[in-house]
């Protein structure tokens, strides 16, 4: 019943910064947490940002863009943004949005991706 849309990805040289665009629909849309993650290739996929939906708003990082990413959300509208400033090569991954439907860890929808690449 939940889709969700990434869009924003492209190519940046180092220090320059993206915006990710992920846009939820469906009959209904509220889920508990909404989330980044990325994979780059022949790596595991990991968890780069999240942001509670329904309550709070409450965001939280890890550590290897904590300070220069930031997510935020605009419930009216059904979308969550990933704001990527300071970029680095090493950021260069398919990024990923995810979608909690209920409190736990386990994320229920996934989008289908979008590539950020990062020149150095």
């Known amino acids: 019943q939940v889709q969700l849309e990434e869009s924003g990805g492209g190519l940046v040289q180092a220090g320059g910064s993206l915006r990710l665009s992920c846009a939820g629909s469906?009959?209904?849309?509220?889920?508990?947490?909404v989330a980044w993650f990325r994979q780059a290739p022949g790596k595991e996929r990991e968890f780069v940002a999240s942001?509670?939906?329904?309550?709070?708003?409450?965001?939280n990082y890890s550590n290897s863009v904590k300070g220069r990413f930031a997510i935020s959300r605009d419930n009216a509208k059904n979308t969550v943004l990933l704001q990527m400033n300071s970029l680095k090569p090493e950021d260069t991954a398919v990024y990923y949005c995810?979608?909690?439907?209920?409190?736990?860890?386990?994320?229920?929808?996934w989008g289908q991706g979008t590539q950020v690449t990062v020149s150095s």
């Open positions: 942001i509670m939906w329904r309550i709070f708003g409450m965001t």
């Open positions: 995810a979608a909690q439907n209920r409190p736990g860890g386990y994320y229920d929808y």
């Open positions: 469906g009959r209904t849309f509220s889920p508990w947490v």
